[in-house]
T-cell receptor, first 114, second 113 residues
């Protein structure tokens, strides 16, 4: 198993550009999450999904969109990049059958918006 | 609403010394509690978790944590710190049923010789 994979690892965007952060997991986990990590602020939930076709907003969804067309993939879309979106983005997943809520994290994508 | 407080932003300990990282949570029901570690430039790795049973839980890398319901705490401990333990540590709380976790702001651990 590759676990949770994220691409790209690093990206620099100009203000107003758009991009998609990719996240995939090969563990057949139903639950998937997107977090952003800012220095000294911990992780903040952006969006999450409980299964294909179902997504919901987290604490900081503004400026982002998600889709979940398959169990494996959960891409995060930035439509009009802003400097405030400079952050490290983590994707995570959880198997629904365990119920203990342990999340498995990807390696992260470091995004800079200039 | 759930919340997690990690009172210490940065802790420095000598190699071989003991370590305790504090975590206090706010949650109405029985919480699911986690400690994750993040090495520089890396993702988060689970150290240990608690959701029922024995309140003293053992994790990887020689870490342990104790759940104290009366104090709403879940402190992380290690009897002897190694230089490789230098990292950022996050406490998180969740609920049964795979609801999203709420993370503390993290504690950065530095280890000196």
């Amino acid at each position: 198993n590759a676990g949770v994979t994220q691409t790209p690892k690093f990206r620099i965007l100009k203000i107003g550009q758009s991009m998609t952060l990719q996240c995939a997991q090969d563990m057949n986990h139903n639950y998937m999450y997107w977090y952003r990590q800012d220095p000294g602020m911990g992780l903040k939930l952006i969006y999450y999904s409980v299964g294909a076709g179902i997504t919901d907003k987290g604490e900081v969804p503004n400026g982002y969109n998600v889709s979940r067309s398959t169990t494996e993939d959960f891409p995060l879309r930035l439509e009009l990049a802003a400097p405030s979106q400079t952050s490290v983005y983590f994707c995570a997943s959880t198997p629904s059958f365990r119920g203990d809520n342990e999340q498995f994290f990807g390696p992260g994508t470091r995004l800079t918006v200039l | 609403a759930q919340s997690v407080t990690q009172p210490d932003i940065h802790i420095t300990v000598s190699e071989g010394a003991s370590l305790e990282l504090r975590c206090n949570y706010s949650y109405g029901a029985t919480p699911y509690l986690f400690w994750y570690v993040q090495s520089p430039g890396q993702g988060l790795q689970l150290l240990l978790k608690y959701f029922s049973g024995d309140t003293l839980v053992q994790g990887i890398k020689g870490f342990e944590a104790e759940f104290k319901r009366s104090q709403s705490s879940f402190n992380l401990r290690k009897p002897s710190v190694h230089w490789s333990d230098a990292a950022e540590y996050f406490c998180a709380v969740g609920a049964r049923g795979n609801t999203p976790l709420v993370f503390g702001k993290g504690t950065r651990l530095s280890v000196i010789a």
